[in-house]
């Protein structure tokens, strides 16, 4: 049997504990916590079992034989921690998005592979079975030519007066639900639909007293021709998560508020069926996997060289690249062109 990959966790917080699970689901050793929150990181180190705690990233990096890291810190940390990290040798499991600009993202990754490390970010979506599922079946060809996706991701911060630690803070997220919601959506749109010619975005602060917006939505033209829909808020009520895409031979539908779990469905038409409404239903099997837990699997994989890295820093900037033209189309009320 090889050695267990040992790893760091810097960032104890929410999302830290869906990266414990899955290094816990693939055998990898959790060597040392970081957090700059002393009673987090404490409350962490005793449920996890974890005897090394650092309260800065420079001393965890220094850990002896820490092989990778996961940084779950604020978005604007991203940058300096990956940047520290690969300088360190270290590879990187960076939470989206994976910064607050283009050239940071660059600079990301082109440290990384002067390190060569493996660099994956945490749109983690790309690891769900709904998703790869609905991947091989559009580049198979079974929805024909596509024509428009739909993607909604949505909720009410469980029901709470306020929003979450620094997500409502414009210099520590970068952004509001665009941002922290849409980045994973735009994500989800390139990897099932390809690249993205051109976005028309609006945002708006509706109910929360923070500095960012709580609502959006984007149109997206994509550069093969498809149109598209992101749907992202914090003024839903409960959580919504689910993707559509249609094709001139048949369509895909995801939707957690119909089945959850969330079921794949796939509508088709079979020769000779001329009903206005009726179609043939098919429910694509999925294997049950958590989305999470697979993207950590994914990336110790890749780390071992079993396969290519699910998603890559370069797909985290191009996430970054259209949550920026969508801004800045929200701003100006223009279409943002994203590729000569
Ligand atoms: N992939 C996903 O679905 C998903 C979901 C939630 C959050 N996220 C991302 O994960 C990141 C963290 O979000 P969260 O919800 O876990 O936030 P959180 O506030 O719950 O946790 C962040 C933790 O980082 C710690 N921290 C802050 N500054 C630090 C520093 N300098 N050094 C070490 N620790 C520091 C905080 O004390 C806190 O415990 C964000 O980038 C967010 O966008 C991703």
Known sequence: MSTPIRVGIIGT???????Y???KHAGAEIVALCDANAEVLAKRQKRWGVKSGYSNYESLLAHDGLDAVSICVPNALHFPITMAAAAAGKHVLCEKPVSL??????AMVAACEAAGVVFQVGHHMRSWSAAVMAKAMIDRGDLGVVTYARLRQAHDWSGAEVVRGQF???AASGGGTLLDNGCHLFDLA?????????VF????RLKFDVEVEDTASASLGFVNGAIGDIEVAWTATGWQESFWVFGTKGSLECDNRIANPP??????????NDSWSETEIADIALDGSESHTQHVVNFLSAIDGDHDVVCSGHDGLEAVRLVLGAYESAETGRVVQLTS
């Open 190 to 198: 390139r990897y099932l639909c390809g690249d993205v010619r051109d």
């Open 168 to 170: 409502g803070s414009k």
């Open 13 to 19: 917080g929410g999302i830290a504990g869906a990266h």
């Open 263 to 272: 079921t794949l469905t796939h509508r088709f038409r079979k020769p000779g």
């Open 201 to 204: 975005a609006r945002t708006a």
């Open 21 to 23: 699970l899955g290094y």
């Open 101 to 106: 600009d283009l050239a940071q993202a660059e």
